[in-house]
């Protein structure tokens, strides 16, 4: 049965992922008329399968983790752990979050909301038919169509396989079927030492019931980080218990009966077999935009297998896109930010331009690792002198005081008289929160002496901030001389390249 009347809105949103939700409630600021079309989970892979249900499990393995530690004057006796209730917990978490979603969207349903705007949920897959109308087909075979002044894709994306290996969700999953496991596996194959590979990587050993093996082609784990960073993570991962295999192939997995096979092959010519109860392929995340019917509006969606939008997230007249559709990286704050600024274009409240400088993110790994701005790679790549940082939180007294002083704080910042603050890495304990004590500076261009202008709270892990600061000002309170293995400062230069930074001459 199909229902070829239209109903009409100021804004159709596809995909109610966190881009789409965050369309569509900016859209209900403005008092629009709001439709979302979801097909599958509310929430998306940002909520259900990706990050929030992947960091609710960590936030369990890094307390039980800590629980079974031995070096801080007390012992947990008979420490347990049930997969299944480990899993029952991840479930009810993006649950929560899910029901608290569809919560807000009744509660400005069109029959409920007597205030301006309204949001209405579909529960359907959208498909354009002209620029100012898509086509709602339901599961149950019925259909409708819908009409609005302007629309929002914001579909997301999904895993990527490879295409010789069957992804059952059984013994060989991805990251939206990890939770599908009914018990922690013996031995755990994971393919791909991007964010997501460490992550589950992290996970499955800090509960210590898992051998766990990390492959991957490249030669180093996190490689668009800086060479410093991606050690630092693959040591804490081969201490944490991880086998860490790199510049590897995977060839195929072989199913056995009661066992994986796993078939590595290696630029040297050999090759090497690993036997294992379950594998997780994490080797990034692909879109599909063949059902979106794009190309009855003029869209080209093959040549890059993602939507180009300008930088007011435009694809096409009335067509926005956000999330990771685009060609940005797949973040949930990007997505959100970007839907939310697409709607203020659309409905023409924007008041300045996207800035994708300062994106912050958080690599959820044992300790986790925060990072905003440019690293050294990058400066290098741009040919921008700078000077750089690093202070360890062993001199931390929060840090020491936590008995968790295994991380750092690196900042670095333009070699000029400027000295404005270009990028920071930061790991250890609370770093997802202190990395944002420095966004708010970059995002206002100041340099290190207009940040050393605050008093920082004590003892807070934010002190390690404030310290590097000011030994890249040659006024930190420990010197690198007594601490050469704590302390770190150095400079470069396009022309020169490195040079020690022993002496900065600064005022007093």
């Not at 934010?462 to 309170?477: A, D, F, M, P, V």
Request: aromatic fraction near 8%; charged fraction near 25%.
């Amino acid at each position: 049965m199909t229902d070829n009347t239209a109903d009409k809105y100021d804004l159709c949103i596809l995909g109610c992922g966190p881009a789409g939700f965050a369309g569509a409630m900016r859209a209900m600021d403005l008092g629009k008329k709001v439709c979302i079309i979801e097909g599958a989970e509310i929430g998306g892979a940002g909520v259900m399968w990706g990050a929030l249900a992947s960091k609710t499990m960590w936030e369990l393995a890094k307390d039980y983790a800590i629980a079974a530690k031995t070096d801080r004057g007390y012992r947990a006796s008979g420490l347990t752990v049930d997969y299944c209730a480990v899993r029952a917990t991840v479930i009810q978490a993006a649950k929560e979050k899910q029901y608290q979603m569809l919560s807000q969207i009744e509660t400005f349903s069109p029959g409920r909301w007597k205030g301006s705007g309204s949001i209405t949920c579909k529960r359907g897959w959208g498909k354009f038919i002209s620029e100012k109308q898509v086509a709602i087909r339901y599961d149950d075979e019925k259909s409708e169509k819908v009409s609005a002044d302007f629309f929002l894709i914001a579909t997301g994306s999904t895993p990527r396989h490879f295409p010789n290996i069957k992804v059952d969700q059984q013994r060989i999953f991805d990251s939206d079927g990890i939770l599908n496991l009914q018990n922690f596996p013996k031995r755990l194959v994971i393919i791909g030492a991007g964010i997501i590979g460490c992550e589950y990587a992290t996970i499955f050993s800090n509960f210590g019931q898992t051998e766990v093996y990390l492959i991957d082609h490249a030669s180093r784990v996190i490689p668009y980080e800086d060479e410093d960073i991606s050690d630092f993570v693959n040591n804490n991962l081969i201490k944490n218990g991880v086998n860490v295999i790199h510049s590897a192939q995977v060839r195929d997995i072989a199913k056995r009966p009661d066992h994986l096979e796993v078939i590595l092959d290696f630029k040297d010519g050999h090759s090497k077999v690993i036997e294992a109860d379950a594998a997780l392929i994490s080797i990034g995340r692909t879109v599909d935009l063949s059902c979106l019917g794009l190309e009855t509006l003029g869209v080209d969606t093959k040549r890059s297998g993602l939507l180009d939008t300008d930088e007011n997230c435009c694809v096409k007249n009335n067509i926005y896109a956000a999330g990771d559709i685009t060609h940005n990286p797949a973040l949930v704050n990007i997505a959100e930010m970007e839907a939310r600024y697409a709607v203020k274009h659309m409905f023409g409240k924007s008041k300045w331009p996207l800035n994708y400088d300062n994106m912050s993110t958080v690599m959820f790994f044992y300790p986790a690792v925060a990072a905003i701005g440019l690293n050294e790679k990058l400066c290098q790549r741009k040919k921008i002198p700078y000077k750089v940082g690093f202070y360890s939180n062993s001199l931390c007294s929060r840090a020491v005081a936590m008995r968790s002083t295994h991380g750092f704080v690196k900042i670095i910042i333009s070699d000029d008289k400027n000295q404005r603050i270009l990028g920071m890495r930061a790991a250890g304990p609370q770093v997802s929160s202190t990395i944002m004590s420095i966004a708010h500076f970059m995002d206002q261009g100041k340099g290190a002496l207009d940040v050393l202008k605050s008093v920082y709270p004590h003892p807070t892990v934010t002190e390690g901030i404030q310290e590097c600061l000011r030994l890249l000002l040659n006024k930190s309170i420990y010197k690198p001389h007594a601490f050469p293995e704590l302390l770190k400062i150095n400079k470069w230069h396009p022309e020169t390249g490195f040079s020690p930074c022993t002496t900065i001459k600064e005022e007093r």
